[in-house]
T-cell receptor, first 112, second 114 residues
Framework: GENVEQHPSTLSVQEGDSAVIKCTYS??????FPWYKQELGKRPQLIID?????GEKKDQRIAVTLNKTAKHFSLHITETQPEDSAVYFC???????????FGTGTRLQVFP | KAGVTQTPRYLIKTRGQQVTLSCSPI?????VSWYQQTPGQGLQFLFE???????NKGNFPGRFSGRQFSNSRSEMNVSTLELGDSALYLC?????????????FGPGTRLTVL
């Protein structure tokens, strides 16, 4: 069945450093990959997404890259700030099912 | 525009009981999806409703069911509760059906089964 693996489960970085979260999906027909951020005690919110016809997408300090051949995609956060501390979820939409499959989440802690 | 709302916010039940959770989507959104969030499993898809019809279903037992009303409000029911059903249940609404659309999440209902 459809599956999305996410690593690492926890990540601690110093303020100003970069953070990278990686996800692997099982269904090669997946063609949409959003990332959601959930701050402590709050609801998940979409921060960036990428479609399979694009290899990279940037939005200020965050970027997402997609490698369709290897079936993995990554979230890159540069110049991290304490407010980046949250749980980040990657997700994939398998083409034939059209439903959102989430990874297990990465807890990012940015230390000042 | 008001966001997605869920009621109740907290519930405590005992094993064997049943529970109904409610979700009101953003005005104009016709798709409502439900997710179970637990510390080890992340966000697991339960089901999606669009125009009162279940479009997609996750890998949960038949004890988990849902429905959607003509005003797009949705309810989720869990019967014969088990300890493992303790979780945060999130609903999300989107303008149109399918996971390709941005999901707007509610605050969740935290269910504790004793």
């Amino acid at each position: 069945g459809e599956n999305v693996e996410q690593h690492p489960s926890t990540l601690s970085v110093q303020e100003g450093d970069s953070a990278v979260i990686k996800c692997t999906y099982s269904d090669s027909a997946s063609n949409y990959f959003p990332w959601y951020k959930q701050e402590l005690g709050k609801r998940p919110q979409l921060i960036i997404d990428i479609r399979s016809n694009v290899g990279e997408k940037k939005d200020q300090r965050i970027a997402v890259t997609l490698n369709k051949t290897a079936k993995h995609f990554s979230l890159h956060i540069t110049e991290t700030q304490p407010e980046d501390s949250a749980v980040y979820f990657c997700a994939a939409v398998p083409f034939h099912t059209d439903k959102l499959i989430f990874g297990t989440g990465t807890r990012l802690q940015v230390f000042p | 525009k008001a966001g997605v709302t869920q009621t109740p916010r907290y519930l405590i039940k005992t094993r064997g009981q049943q529970v109904t959770l409610s979700c009101s989507p953003i005005s104009g959104h016709r798709s409502v999806s439900w997710y179970q969030q637990t510390p080890g499993q992340g966000l697991q898809f339960l089901f999606e409703y669009f125009s009162e019809t279940q479009r997609n279903k996750g890998n949960f037992p038949g004890r988990f069911s849902g429905r959607q009303f003509s005003n797009s409000r949705s309810e989720m029911n869990v019967s014969t509760l088990e300890l493992g059903d303790s979780a945060l249940y999130l609903c999300a609404s989107s303008l149109a059906a399918s996971g390709y659309n941005e999901q707007f999440f509610g605050p969740g209902t935290r269910l504790t089964v004793l």
